[in-house]
């Protein structure tokens, strides 16, 4: 018998954390498959691109992690310049605190005291702990809290882009909140606003995405100009991601961006359409799923043992990174049936191909670990610590 708090604190302490060292390099050739692999070379060259152009615009970064859910991944990024880290859940936020990240931003707002409890202990164990807020009861609750633990808190407003999921209307309504959480929440410290416009990020084509973007932008600098008139610095817009790194220094709203996707990158990333160009492939894809041909019932199709199970899709199919003139189709939970119209080569059972995800971030909460090589060789692996970490 074990009580709730314990089990949610069994859970967090038996979590993998640190990178498993192989006694010698395996090719990625010899790994059990379906295997999710990161190329480290194309790894470095994203996290290295996105740092020089935040750099070069003056902007910081804070990447979001409820894509690759690693503390080993964030803390390269970290020592590329990101600033912090986003978590989405308290419980990915939990995870990257265990594993030595302490700059987190939780930007999703939470109400019940469980998570409260839990945001508070963080808080308890760094000074960095920050979440957001959309709501007068979520500050009343936090301030509540923070005060009988003694701890002074951070945190955003979260505004509504229009998307109807979290956050509170820019404007007036954003302003209200602002000086209800100065006025009447001691405990809690007011560090900016947080406006993530996840209804544009996959918005295809760039001109279609920025015009709808800035148009949902403006409302953003509509409220930080409300909040400097009414005496209340504003000294930090958190936001954006992948879709709209490029547009962001032309807007001038976000100063530090949350960036995620664009370690691994996905298919339905690269189909939104680059500026003046067919794919969007400033950042290359590093994350595959490695996936082995076991069957062929039929001469024109052979089948894969990666399925649903193994690569989470919202709207893309899986593609074979180097193969041509082959459609994968989801064959049932453990399957792909690839059918060969005219292949770029040929495909033999026992074949295992790389395969670049439709989706990233689902993809990768159905692995235990990552296998990440460089030119073919595993040296080590890492676990995905707050994979299933949703709560
Ligand atoms: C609040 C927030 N910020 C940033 C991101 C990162 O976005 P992307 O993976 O598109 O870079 C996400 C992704 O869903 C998000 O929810």
């Given at each position: 018998?074990?009580?709730?708090r314990?089990?949610?604190?069994?859970i967090k302490?038996n979590?993998?954390?640190?990178?498993?060292?192989?006694?010698?390099p395996v090719?990625?050739?010899?790994?059990?498959?379906?295997?999710?692999?990161?190329?480290l070379?194309v790894l470095?060259?994203?996290?290295k691109k996105?740092?020089n152009h935040?750099?070069?615009?003056?902007?910081?970064l804070?990447?979001?992690?409820k894509m690759?859910?690693?503390?080993?991944?964030a803390?390269?990024?970290?020592?590329?310049?990101a600033?912090g880290?986003?978590?989405?859940t308290?419980?990915?936020a939990?995870i990257?605190?265990?594993?030595?990240?302490?700059?987190?931003?939780?930007?999703?707002?939470?109400v019940?005291?469980?998570k409260?409890?839990?945001?508070?202990?963080?808080a308890k164990?760094?000074?960095?702990?920050a979440?957001?807020?959309d709501?007068?009861?979520?500050a009343?609750?936090?301030?509540k809290?923070?005060d009988?633990?003694?701890i002074n808190?951070?945190?955003?407003?979260d505004?509504?882009p229009g998307?109807?999921?979290?956050?509170?209307r820019?404007?007036?309504?954003a302003?209200?909140?602002?000086?209800?959480i100065l006025?009447?929440?001691?405990?809690?410290?007011f560090?900016?606003l947080?406006m993530?416009?996840?209804?544009?990020?996959?918005i295809?084509?760039?001109?279609?995405?920025?015009?709808?973007y800035?148009?949902?932008?403006?409302?953003?600098?509509?409220?930080?100009?409300?909040f400097?008139s009414?005496g209340?610095?504003v000294?930090?817009?958190?936001?954006g991601g992948?879709?709209?790194y490029?547009?962001?220094?032309?807007i001038?709203?976000?100063?530090?961006?949350?960036?995620g996707?664009y370690a691994?990158?996905?298919i339905?990333?690269?189909?939104i359409?680059?500026?003046e160009k067919?794919?969007?492939d400033?950042?290359?894809t590093?994350?595959?799923?490695?996936?082995?041909?076991?069957?062929?019932p039929?001469?024109?199709?052979?089948?894969?043992?990666?399925?649903i199970?193994c690569l989470?899709?919202d709207?893309a199919?899986?593609?074979f990174?180097?193969?041509?003139?082959?459609v994968y189709?989801?064959g049932g939970?453990?399957?792909g049936?690839?059918?060969?119209?005219?292949?770029?080569?040929?495909?033999?059972?026992g074949?295992?191909l790389s395969?670049i995800?439709?989706?990233?971030?689902?993809?990768v909460?159905l692995?235990?670990?990552?296998y990440p090589y460089?030119n073919?060789l595993?040296?080590?692996?890492?676990?995905?610590s707050?994979?299933?970490?949703?709560?």
């Amino acid at each position: 018998m074990t009580s709730m708090r314990q089990f949610i604190s069994d859970i967090k302490s038996n979590t993998p954390l640190h990178p498993i060292l192989l006694d010698e390099p395996v090719s990625i050739d010899a790994l059990p498959t379906p295997a999710l692999t990161i190329d480290l070379n194309v790894l470095d060259s994203n996290l290295k691109k996105m740092q020089n152009h935040i750099d070069d615009h003056g902007m910081t970064l804070r990447c979001h992690t409820k894509m690759h859910k690693s503390p080993i991944i964030a803390k390269k990024q970290l020592a590329h310049g990101a600033v912090g880290v986003c978590c989405a859940t308290v419980s990915e936020a939990e995870i990257m605190l265990l594993g030595e990240i302490e700059n987190i931003l939780i930007t999703s707002p939470v109400v019940t005291e469980d998570k409260i409890l839990r945001v508070m202990s963080m808080a308890k164990q760094s000074d960095d702990i920050a979440i957001v807020v959309d709501h007068i009861k979520g500050a009343q609750a936090l301030n509540k809290y923070a005060d009988a633990d003694d701890i002074n808190l951070k945190v955003y407003i979260d505004l509504d882009p229009g998307m109807g999921r979290t956050g509170i209307r820019p404007g007036e309504d954003a302003l209200v909140l602002g000086q209800y959480i100065l006025e009447s929440c001691p405990r809690l410290n007011f560090q900016g606003l947080q406006m993530y416009a996840g209804n544009c990020m996959h918005i295809n084509g760039f001109e279609k995405r920025q015009s709808k973007y800035q148009y949902i932008l403006q409302k953003g600098l509509e409220t930080k100009k409300l909040f400097e008139s009414k005496g209340i610095p504003v000294p930090v817009l958190t936001g954006g991601g992948t879709g709209t790194y490029d547009m962001e220094p032309d807007i001038g709203f976000i100063t530090e961006l949350q960036a995620g996707s664009y370690a691994f990158m996905d298919i339905e990333y690269r189909d939104i359409g680059g500026q003046e160009k067919e794919h969007f492939d400033d950042f290359k894809t590093s994350l595959f799923v490695l996936t082995t041909a076991i069957s062929q019932p039929q001469s024109t199709l052979i089948t894969f043992d990666a399925g649903i199970k193994c690569l989470a899709t919202d709207t893309a199919y899986p593609e074979f990174k180097d193969v041509e003139g082959v459609v994968y189709h989801f064959g049932g939970d453990e399957h792909g049936i690839v059918q060969l119209n005219n292949p770029s080569r040929t495909i033999n059972l026992g074949d295992r191909l790389s395969l670049i995800t439709p989706h990233c971030d689902p993809t990768v909460n159905l692995y235990d670990y990552y296998y990440p090589y460089r030119n073919g060789l595993v040296e080590e692996i890492w676990p995905i610590s707050a994979r299933g970490k949703s709560q």
